[in-house]
Structures are given as structure tokens and as C-alpha cells.
């Protein structure tokens, strides 16, 4: 065999590995699909993506974070609280765009928390963000009491957020696609992008070649900060309440989206279409299976079954 | 921050630029109550029901699917069941994949009664009559609430303390999930009661859960020395303070009284190391679920409130 050849059919190869996750989407939905011909009709879609949109906001973040070598697992608790505070200012009366504005704020400000713990204290991201998580959760609890807090739907633009429609299509839909590919372009096109790999590939190559390294990773928490927020904002419009317990172990869908979609754990390589992709195949199967009326015990079976053959692909795809 | 600032006026500018387009679930309600009205009658054997239980992590609600099921069964109708695993946010997506299916009815268990809300308005607006089970939900349209009269178990709790102890004993309550309506009334009831004839040291939520009821009731025999009775809203944390109080050597001293009367908690009666409790009939909760819904669909005039019943077991 030539050897001109040769690197045909490895680009080839290397491209199916590339579509893999895309493939197995494809093969999940035509599977679905055959037993269950409601998963195919645009009302079921529509709803699937609406279930996404939550995760994959997180897993946007998430993604981020990853790249850079790190993890946030406070986002479930990010979002919680956020919301439960965004939720407190709505019912007592405030403006509810200023409170989704302060909402979103606060939540970026709490990625702040944990990405300056981990770049000042100089502390493992697994470890500072599993203290955060567990003190934003205790902060929730103690701001609600441990109860919801309900009557945020009385305001129109909080109905809106996660319930409404825009020439129906559902509005956390849209939200997510603007917010993805505002996040592309940033990851993939900018200067600020290609600091997130150069961090996460190489760090300290990446502060000789003069990049500030920390404040680099203090974004990447905030951005995941801001997008665990607004998820939770639109979480708290489709539930007409802030929950306490809102986003318990969502960083796990999240993680799992990121890496169905290529993200390398060790950072330095993903793309953010890669995790919408993922959190679209983590949908799906919830979707799906609950559609094929599967007990949610196997459900869990097969996700995680799902994640551990994607990563072997993933490393297959990397040797 | 710059970045984020565009971001945020973005989002915002797009939900206000574009508002003629926007329509908001619910918006329509006006016309639900033709819609959620039951105009055409469905036989059993024709008849797809939706169960969405809060979880299956608990014996009781196990029980329920199995009424739901075995009444189902007999009656050659198919369930969906989708079990939210205590998580709001996935029973929400659990009811609209049941009213993607277009099934006939929804038996719904809420996880929480605020956040249920919405999916009960989604399924009215489809036309799906929804039965909640055990807890209620805080608003939509429902045909029937089945569920245990738990304002009367609470007080029955209470004043089997009383008949024990005596007046003025010392119980601590461990309390269910914070905002679900049974942890409101149970609560409630015990404390019509409680309040007058009885001392409460102290009363904490351990969600309904059988190792937050261990640790609870551990931290509880700290700060307290002189506890007489545990009132336990469920029997899974009740057995939880059995663990505690056994490990404590206090078994001889204090009594515990749980609710619902799964089958652990039945056992444990028997065997000495529960009071008593007060027993519900989950699988006798599911039955009436669905035969409430038969009836319903077969055109028949149901009760808002269908009660299931309640008993005090000791040994």
C-alpha cells in the first residue's frame, strides 16, 4: 500500500471517530423511532429539546471548564441557589428583568468563588468546587428555609423564559442556540478561545508564552457560573417555583455530555458542539426510553453503559 | 465581563424585541375546561394510563404501582410508569413524554406540589384528565386527589403518645420532605393535638429518608436526654431512629411511632422495635387510583377528595 493511501484511510477512520457521537445520536433516534413512531413528531422534538436545554447550558459551561484541565462540580448547587435568590427577589416584589439580571450576575459571581479558590489557594478544582457545592447548597437551604419558593409565575417575563414560545418554538430552545452559538464563536474564533485550549493543553507553556493563566481559569468558572444560572432561571419558570433541591447531581449529566461530545478530561481539546451533541444523546435517552415505557432503573444502566463506550472510542480515537 | 454584559442585553433585547411572536403555556386556559372535560367515554381495556411516582426508591410507592398494575392487569388496560426519582425538574419532563404519548388519563405522585403545577396546566391543555395520588398539587385542574386522610393519621399519631405516656411526654417529630403536602399535614395534624397535651423538644426534616432518619436521630440523642417518643412522618425515617436509638442502648426508654406501615415498617412492629404505626394502604391507594380513574372515564361523577384508608398497627 502506497503511502499516500494509507493516510487516506486513517483521515477516514480518524472522521468516523469524529462523527462518532453524531452516528450513535442517529442510531439511538432510528432505534427509538422503530418502536416508538411518537418520538418522531415534532411536538415530542420540541419537547426533547426543551428538556435539553438545561443540561446542555451547564454542559456549555462545563465544557469550558474542562478545556482548561479543570471541573465545576457546584453547578447543580449554582444553580439553586441562584435561582432561589432570584425567586426570593421576584415574589417580594422586584422587578423581575433586574432580578434575572441580578440573578445571573450572582450566579457568575459564584463561578468567581470557586475559580479564585482554585487559582489563589492554588487547590485541586475536584476539591474546591465540591466545597463550594456543598456551601451553596447549605446557603440555599438556609435561605428557603428547605422550602420552595412559589408564585414566581405571576410575572409575565418569568413565564416566558421556560414556558414560552417564540412562533413555537420553546423559548429556552432559542435561548440555548443563541447562547451556543455566541459560546462557539468565543471558543472557536477568538484570541480569549484559543488562550481556554493553550491553558488547558500546556499550562505552564502557556504562561511562559505570556498568557495570564489565572484569570483564564477565573473565567471559565465564572462562564460556567453564568450558565448554571440561567439554566436554573429557566428551570424555576417551568417549575413556578424555586426548589431547594433544584439540580441535585445535574453536574453529572453535564460531565457525562461533555465527554460523549470528545471532550478530552485532561483538558486542552473539545469542541462546544461536541457537548450539544452529548447532552442532545443524554436527552435522547431519557427521552426515549421513558417514550418506550423502559423502568427508569435500566435507564440508568444504559447511560452509563453509553458513557463508558463513548470514552472507549474517545481513547481509541486518540492512540 | 464585558463579554457577559453583551450576553445578558442580548437575551434580553431578543425576548422583548421579538414579543408578538411569544405565547406562554397555560395562555389558553379559558378553553380547558371544555378540554379537560371528559366527553367521550374510554372501556377499560382501551384505556392507556400515564403513573408518574415521585420515586421508586421507597417501598411505598412501589406498593402503589403495584395497586395501579394489578388493577390494571385484571382490567387488561396498559400503564406507562415513569418514576422521577425525587427530582421536580424530571417529573416535568416525565409527564410531557406521558402526554406525548397521548395517554388517557395520568396518575400523577408529585414530588413537589408547587412544581407540579405546570405539567398538570400541560396536560389540561391536552385534554388529559390527571388523578394526583398522595399528594396534592397547588393548582391546574384535577379530577381527584386520592390519598390518605393524613391530618387525621397525625392526630391519631398523637394521641396513641398520649395513651402510652400520658400527657405532657416528651417527642421529638422527624419531619418529611420540606413543602410536600403530606409532611404540611401529617405535621399538622400531630400538632392539633401535640400542641396542647404534648412537649415537643424539638422537630427536624430528614426527607423521608431511612439514613438521614439514622443521623437525625442521632444528632437528636445528643442534644436531648430525655426523649420519650419519636413521631416519625414515615416509616423509613422511623427506622432510622430505631437504628439510632438501638445503637444509643435507649430502646427500653423511648418509643417510636411510624407512618405509612410499608412493609419494613409492618415487621418492625412485630418484632417489637416500631411502636406502632399508622398504616396506609399504598397498594389500596393505587387501586382506588385507577378505579377512580375507570369511573371518571366511564362518565361517572367522581369525588374531589377520594379518601384511602388509614390504621393504627401495633403489636
Not at chain 1, 433544584?246 to 453529572?252: I, K, N, V
Not at chain 2, 402503589?64 to 417529573?91: F, I, L, P, Y
Request: proline share 2%; glycine share 10%.
Amino acid at each position: 500500500m502506497s503511502r499516500k493511501e494509507d493516510t487516506q484511510s486513517f483521515s477516514f477512520v480518524n472522521w468516523l471517530y469524529k462523527l462518532g457521537p453524531v452516528i450513535a445520536l442517529i442510531v439511538l433516534i432510528v432505534f427509538i423511532s422503530f418502536f416508538n413512531p411518537n418520538f418522531l413528531q415534532t411536538s415530542n422534538l420540541l419537547n426533547l429539546l426543551r428538556q435539553v436545554s438545561t443540561n446542555a447550558l451547564i454542559a456549555f459551561g462545563m465544557t469550558f471548564v474542562i478545556i482548561t484541565g479543570g471541573i465545576d462540580l457546584s453547578v447543580g448547587s449554582v444553580l439553586a441557589l441562584s435561582s432561589a435568590l432570584t425567586a426570593g427577589l421576584v415574589v417580594s416584589g422586584f422587578n423581575p428583568v433586574g432580578a434575572v439580571a441580578i440573578g445571573l450576575l450572582l450566579g457568575s459571581v459564584f463561578g468567581l468563588i470557586s475559580g479564585f479558590i482554585i487559582t489563589k489557594g492554588k487547590m485541586a478544582p475536584f476539591i474546591a468546587t465540591l466545597a463550594t457545592m456543598t456551601i451553596y447548597r447549605g446557603i440555599t437551604m438556609v435561605y428557603t428555609n428547605g422550602n420552595p419558593i412559589t408564585g414566581v409565575g405571576e410575572s409575565r417575563f418569568i413565564k416566558i423564559l421556560g414556558k414560552g414560545y417564540l412562533y413555537g418554538i420553546p423559548i429556552p430552545v432559542i435561548i440555548t442556540l443563541v447562547v451556543f452559538v455566541i459560546l462557539s464563536i468565543l471558543l472557536h474564533k477568538t484570541a480569549y478561545g484559543r488562550k481556554v485550549y493553550a491553558v488547558g493543553g500546556n499550562e505552564d507553556a502557556a504562561y511562559i508564552a505570556g498568557i495570564n493563566t489565572g484569570r483564564i481559569k477565573l473565567s471559565v468558572y465564572a462562564i460556567s457560573g453564568f450558565l448554571s444560572s440561567l439554566a436554573g432561571l429557566m428551570l424555576i419558570s417551568r417549575l413556578n417555583s424555586a426548589q431547594p433541591t433544584a439540580g441535585s447531581a445535574y453536574e453529572m449529566d453535564a460531565i457525562a455530555s461533555v465527554v460523549l461530545g470528545g471532550t478530552s478530561m485532561t483538558g486542552g481539546r473539545g469542541t462546544l458542539w461536541g457537548t450539544l451533541v452529548g447532552a442532545l444523546l443524554i436527552g435522547t435517552i431519557n427521552n426515549g426510553l421513558n417514550l418506550m415505557g423502559v423502568s427508569s432503573f435500566y435507564q440508568q444502566i444504559v447511560k452509563g453503559i453509553v458513557i463508558i463506550v463513548a470514552v472507549l472510542l474517545d481513547r481509541r480515537r486518540n492512540d | 465581563m464585558k463579554k457577559f454584559a453583551s450576553l445578558l442585553t442580548l437575551l434580553v433585547l431578543m425576548l422583548s424585541a421579538c414579543g408578538n411572536g411569544v405565547t406562554v403555556d397555560g395562555d389558553n386556559e379559558g378553553n380547558t375546561d371544555d378540554a379537560s372535560e371528559a366527553t367521550e367515554t374510554v372501556a377499560p381495556e382501551d384505556m392507556t394510563i400515564g403513573l408518574s411516582l415521585s420515586t421508586l426508591n421507597n417501598p411505598f410507592f412501589v406498593s402503589v404501582q403495584q395497586g395501579v398494575e394489578g388493577v390494571a392487569k385484571e382490567n387488561n388496560s396498559t400503564v406507562k410508569t415513569v418514576d422521577a426519582q425525587d427530582d421536580s425538574a424530571k417529573q416535568q419532563n416525565d409527564m410531557s413524554d406521558l402526554i406525548q404519548q397521548g395517554v388517557d388519563i395520568i396518575l400523577v405522585n408529585p414530588v413537589d406540589s408547587a412544581a407540579i403545577e405546570s405539567s398538570i396546566e400541560s396536560a389540561n391543555d391536552a385534554g388529559i384528565p390527571v388523578i394526583t395520588i398522595d399528594r396534592s398539587s397547588d393548582g391546574g385542574k384535577v379530577v381527584s386527589l386520592v390519598a390518605s386522610d393524613n391530618v387525621a393519621g397525625g392526630e391519631m399519631a398523637a394521641n396513641y403518645i398520649i395513651d402510652q405516656l400520658g400527657e405532657n411526654a416528651k417527642v421529638v417529630q422527624l419531619e418529611g420532605v420540606p413543602g410536600a403536602s403530606a409532611t404540611n399535614e401529617r405535621g399538622e395534624g400531630f400538632n392539633n393535638v401535640a400542641s396542647e397535651s404534648l412537649d415537643v423538644l424539638d422537630s427536624q426534616t430528614a426527607n423521608f429518608n431511612r439514613s438521614e432518619g439514622l443521623t437525625v436521630m442521632e444528632n437528636l440523642l445528643q442534644s436531648h436526654d430525655d426523649i420519650q417518643a419519636v413521631f416519625s412522618q414515615n416509616d423509613e425515617m422511623a427506622l432510622g431512629a430505631v437504628e439510632a436509638i438501638e445503637a444509643a442502648g435507649l430502646s427500653d426508654d423511648i418509643i417510636v411511632i411510624g407512618f405509612d406501615g410499608t412493609d419494613d415498617g409492618l415487621a418492625s412492629v412485630e418484632a417489637g422495635d416500631l411502636s406502632a404505626t399508622i398504616a396506609q394502604q399504598p397498594e389500596e391507594m393505587g387501586k382506588i387510583a385507577v378505579q377512580t380513574a375507570y369511573d371518571y372515564l366511564a362518565g361517572k361523577d367522581v369525588e374531589a377528595n377520594v379518601a384511602s384508608p388509614l390504621e393504627l398497627k401495633t403489636k
